[in-house]
């Protein structure tokens, strides 16, 4: 089943941020993953290394917020309006591609579908009216 949650990006303050929504909403976070962990060609600055790069709450029973931090020294800065994402997860490789391919016409492809550290195939698009999307397939 294709499902769709909020993915919120924040300039340095996520962890606090929730670490607030876990106060109101409750649950655990099954996943917090930082910038320092992420396998990568270019160092990652010490003063961003400890940043979220991915966390993740359950809220109810189908929706998850997730969120990450953005780095300056990937030239992101995010400002309100412009600081979420909707998140799209599917059951293939190819809905994947279908609904990327799709929300991608017209618009700009930030990071082409691929596979990824994580274990997903993984993509990221503007559509053409600005809407910032992320399409991701967990393999299994």
Wanted: proline content about 6%; aromatic content about 14%; hydrophobic content about 30%.
């Amino acid at each position: 089943m294709t499902t769709i949650n909020p993915y919120l990006t924040f300039n340095g303050n996520c962890e606090e941020a929730f670490n607030f929504y876990k106060s109101v909403f409750g649950g655990e976070f099954p996943y917090i993953g930082r910038f320092k962990d992420m396998p990568s060609q270019d160092p990652i600055p010490e003063n961003e290394a400890q940043k979220i790069m991915h966390v993740s709450l359950p809220v109810g029973g189908n929706t998850v917020l997730m969120g990450s931090d953005s780095l300056e020294s990937y030239g992101k800065k995010h400002q309100p309006g412009n600081n979420f994402s909707i998140s799209v997860n599917t059951d293939t490789k190819e809905e994947t591609e279908r609904i990327f391919n799709g929300l991608s016409e017209g618009g700009n492809i930030t990071m082409p579908l691929m596979d990824t550290f994580w274990g997903a195939y993984f993509g990221m698009a503007t559509d053409k009216f600005g809407i910032q999307w992320m399409i991701n397939y967990d393999k299994k």
